[in-house]
């Protein structure tokens, strides 16, 4: 029965501690939701003709916007001014990128944004935590472009011997995982199916011709390499 009690006020005692860090952790953090439009481009006019009939389209582009939601709590530096009265989270300041924050203990930012431009959608994320102690910082970190289709996680630890008030000497290290990133030309002919429209490729960016009448195919100096789409597909694609 001894036992029991005191593994319940060893559990009241952990959980009341939890409680006071966790609400420590959380003092001064501000919490922001924001919302920001801009105006969409002007209509395009697209003209085409079907069976001899000339057609008209409206290429319409929806207006951009910007939502933001964020939980944030990082220590101004002292030469700073706080950039908006309300945080809309297009705020930068020195604190968010500083290997060193102003307070001991946690600093982090949560923030995610749901952006439209030029008509595609797309999601915005940045968040960290970092951690000062008295001889050491730790920090982890997860960075999402949507727009630029960038993604990275990073972590970084560092050992400081405070020198004064003001001079630190520093030494750590810093990782980073991400996907490999490049650009694929061929992917903008990539078919619904996975292939690869070939023809259109070289069609469009090699000068590569063909004649609809006898089925005839060039290459870029006007030769025929080819006399039928067994040939083009086998022997002219692959080269």
Known sequence: MKKLLFLICFLASLTATAQLNLKKTF?????????????SISDVDIYSVNTGQLEQDVLKTPFDYTFTVGLRKIK?????NRANVFYDGTEHSYA???????????EF????????????????????IRYVADN?????????NGFVDIRYFEASQRLRKPIGE???INVGAVQRLSKPYGYDPLSEWVLDNGSLHYTFLALEEMGYSISVQNGEYYDPDGNVVATSPEVWDEIVIPQ
């Open 27 to 39: 003092k001064f953090a501000t919490f922001y939701t924001a919302f920001n439009g801009a105006t």
């Open 76 to 80: 101004r530096f002292g030469y700073e």
């Open 96 to 106: 968010d990128a500083a290997t060193l924050g102003l307070v001991d203990g946690f």
């Open 109 to 128: 930012l949560f923030e995610a944004d749901l952006q439209r431009q030029f008509g595609e959608n797309y999601l915005n994320q940045n968040h960290f």
């Open 136 to 144: 050491w910082v730790t920090k982890v970190e997860y960075n999402e």
């Open 166 to 168: 003001k001079l630190s």
